[in-house]
T-cell receptor, first 110, second 112 residues
Framework: GEDVEQSLFLSVREGDSSVINCTYT??????LYWYKQEPGAGLQLLTY?????DMKQDQRLTVLLNKKDKHLSLRIADTQTGDSAIYFC??????????FGDGTTLTVKP | EAQVTQNPRYLITVTGKKLTVTCSQN?????MSWYRQDPGLGLRQIYY???????DKGDVPEGYKVSRKEKRNFPLILESPSPNQTSLYFC???????????FGSGTRLTVV
């Protein structure tokens, strides 16, 4: 079945760039997402990319998609302490079926 | 305010006692979905719905039921809860798959 994998932890210094990586297996996925979860809260959609795109930039966030390798990455420029959270990669089909990775815990040190 | 509302936020129940977790959205979204979140397992989709009266199984549907009689509501029913259903549950909705899901605040369920 579908599978989405992410590394579990990432630690960076404030002001550095963070890169969170994700691989997925379902080649029929049409949409790929990055969500952020802060402690005790639900998930917040950060950004998304369609499977026919290679890159998407939104302020400090850059999403890169390598469809051949089924690899997705999220780059956060000028990482701040407020960016500390769990980041989930997810894929969706047109029918609404979704698969999430296990999440990457980002820790930003001052 | 556009939102997905789940109730209750916290629930402790006993094995075998039927319960319903309600979910309602006020954004006229077509798609709705239920997930459970467990440590080390990320989010797993339980059921999802593309529209009224259309529901499909996700990755972990066993022990759960849903219904979609109206567009705004998508309740999650546990007919006979068991301790392995202790988890954090999230409801989410979306206008279309391309928009990504808007999540509720979560329901923390404990089955003893």
């Amino acid at each position: 079945g579908e599978d989405v994998e992410q590394s579990l932890f990432l630690s960076v210094r404030e002001g550095d760039s963070s890169v969170i990586n994700c691989t997925y297996t379902d080649s029929s996925s049409t949409y790929l997402y990055w969500y952020k979860q802060e402690p005790g809260a639900g998930l917040q959609l950060l950004t998304y990319i369609f499977s026919n795109m290679d890159m998407k930039q939104d302020q400090r966030l850059t999403v890169l998609l390598n469809k051949k390798d089924k690899h997705l990455s999220l780059r956060i420029a000028d990482t701040q302490t407020g960016d500390s959270a769990i980041y989930f990669c997810a894929e969706n089909t047109n029918a609404g079926k979704s698969t999430f990775g296990d999440g990457t815990t980002l820790t930003v040190k001052p | 305010e556009a939102q997905v509302t789940q109730n209750p936020r916290y629930l402790i129940t006993v094995t075998g006692k039927k319960l319903t977790v309600t979910c309602s959205q006020n954004m006229n979204h077509e798609y709705m979905s239920w997930y459970r979140q467990d440590p080390g397992l990320g989010l797993r989709q339980i059921y999802y719905s593309m529209n009224v009266e259309v529901t499909d199984k996700g990755d972990v549907p066993e022990g759960y039921k849903v219904s979609r009689k109206e567009k705004r509501n998508f309740p999650l029913i546990l007919e006979s809860p068991s301790p392995n259903q202790t988890s954090l549950y999230f409801c989410a909705s979306s206008f279309s798959p391309g928009d990504g899901y808007t999540f509720g605040s979560g329901t923390r369920l404990t089955v003893v």
